[in-house]
């Protein structure tokens, strides 16, 4: 069967939500559901879950490593994690989190297992928190199969997004579902007052394309005002998702170059055309910079009417609401909307998003990869269990007060993510081939006098075949082995 997992380098992710402060003083707030939700959290449907007393990893402690904690509570205006409520009510099984800081978390992490004392899982993903292929060719992480099998019915709906994480014929990733990444986000009042199209209705009328989104770029950024349309650090990463394509791309265990692809080309000649006329907020010589104003937050300048669009993934606005109104807009009041990026106006008339696994990794030494694999199973149980995704949306809508607008919005990206999968796996690869990819990738916005395209590839071509080439190798001699 074809499949292809194709990736670009955007390494720089949301620092700010991700990235660990130190271990601090955190008190758990136990917060429990109504009695009919957890009800319907354990209703069947259709596909179930094992029993407590045949479970395995019922009523133990699995250590989860990590930067964050998805898991517990710390205040009362958090969601409810309902995989891991299951997990706890059900089978009577915790979390114990194991603290990291973003930066230092291989270093850790390495330092545990040396010492033996391996926590069990870590956060399966992409892009910038991607551990394959080389964490797992290095043995810090172990094939799942013992633990998980994807011919089972409660892991069909994920079953072929996790043969993008094979070595030898066997899966290092527990996939617990496949969702969206960057999104286009705005100010519905800030649309209004310039009198533009509302893009989600663009999007509903399939018109929302390039040459659309660039015109509304133009006529809205004007340096002299400190008002750029675009800002942060993902719209380049969105805009060349959109086309279907990526820069780097994999077919049947092979990586190969993409380079060459119109529809990378073209993406990279709108973005080009983008900063050079002035779209794209910048600080002096640097072109991919965050404004100030507002603590470099990510959203700042949209509720001011000073940016435009911001690319980003919609965890944005799973913040509490007076953090999220004075960037964004009030979103009580219907400000805040997002929608698919615009799609390529020459293209196959697909809308693409990036599509983000989300899910775990078991770490080598660890002792409790059976109770991981059973939070794994409550989290995918939750996922496909209809009444359960009811209150996750009834979670949204009270707790960030989400409108109906936005939540049938996330539906639609979702959807468009799953149907044609675009995934980034670049953050886990050799140096050489990350450095080469990461100047390729980022060389247009980042520059005071950015190269075209063409000028790119001609520059960094030999190179990034070289690397690709020894990558190959390397996989190659991983799974004779």
């Known amino acids: 069967m074809f499949k292809r997992i194709s990736a670009i380098l955007c390494t720089i992710i949301m620092v700010v939500a991700l990235v660990g402060c130190g271990t601090s003083t955190r008190e758990v707030v136990y917060l429990t559901l109504s009695t009919d939700d957890s009800v319907a959290i354990l209703a069947a449907a259709g596909i179930t879950l094992p029993d407590v007393d045949e479970a395995e990893g019922a009523g133990t402690t699995v250590k989860w490593f990590a930067w964050y904690d998805p898991f517990n509570n710390y205040s009362e205006d958090e969601i409810v994690n309902t995989g891991y409520y299951t997990f706890t009510e059900k089978y009577g099984s915790s979390i114990e989190w194991i603290e990291t800081n973003y930066f230092d978390r291989f270093d850790d992490l390495a330092n545990l297992i040396l010492s033996s004392k391996s926590p069990d ?4 993903g992409a892009n910038a928190t991607a551990v394959y292929p080389m964490k797992c060719i290095k043995g810090t992480f172990t094939a799942v199969d013992d633990y998980i ?7 069909s709906g994920v079953a072929e997004t996790a043969d993008y994480f094979v070595l030898g014929d066997e899966h290092y990733a527990i996939v617990t579902d496949l969702t969206y990444n ?3 986000s705005y100010n519905r009042r800030v649309i209004e ?6 893009p989600a209705e663009l999007y509903y009328n399939n018109e929302w394309t390039w040459d659309v989104f660039y015109e509304m770029c133009l006529d809205f950024s004007d340096g002299d005002e400190n008002r750029y349309a675009l800002d942060g650090y993902s719209y380049q990463c969105g805009l060349i998702d959109s086309t279907g ?3 780097l791309q994999i077919e049947d265990g092979v990586f190969y170059s993409n380079m060459d692809s119109p529809e990378i080309e073209r993406v990279q000649n709108l973005i080009y055309d983008l900063v050079k006329n002035g779209c794209t907020y910048h600080e002096g010589d640097n072109y991919w910079a965050l404004r100030t104003k507002g603590g470099a937050q990510f959203g700042a300048g949209i509720a001011d009417g000073l940016c435009l669009f911001y690319i980003i993934g919609t965890g944005a606005f799973t913040m509490p609401v007076d953090e999220i109104t004075p960037l964004w807009g009030d979103i009580t009041e219907g400000e805040v909307m997002f929608c698919p990026i615009p799609r390529d106006s020459s293209g196959d008339g697909n809308y693409y998003l990036l599509s983000s696994p ?4 078991l770490i080598t030494g660890g002792s409790n990869h059976a109770g991981a694999a059973l939070l794994a199973a409550c989290e995918r149980f939750k996922i496909i269990d209809p009444t359960v995704v009811d209150i996750d949306q009834k979670q949204l809508k009270e707790i960030y007060l989400w409108t109906d607008e936005m939540l049938a919005m996330d539906d639609i990206c979702y959807e468009l993510a799953a149907s044609h999968q675009i995934m980034d796996i670049t ?4 140096e050489g081939l990350d450095n080469a990819l990461g100047i390729i990738s980022n060389g247009i916005t980042r520059d005071k006098s950015p190269s075209t395209w063409a000028q790119l590839k001609e520059t960094y071509r030999d190179q990034i075949d070289y ?5 190959n190798a390397q996989i190659d001699e991983y799974n004779a082995r």
Do not use: S
């Open 121 to 124: 899982m870590y956060p399966a």
């Open 427 to 430: 953050g886990d690869l050799p």
């Open 245 to 247: 394509q990526q820069i």
């Open 149 to 155: 099998d994807y011919t089972n019915p409660l892991w």
């Open 358 to 361: 989300k899910g775990y990794m």
């Open 467 to 471: 690397y690709i080439e020894e990558l």
């Open 193 to 198: 007052e310039w009198g533009f199209d509302d």
């Open 182 to 184: 960057y999104v286009v």
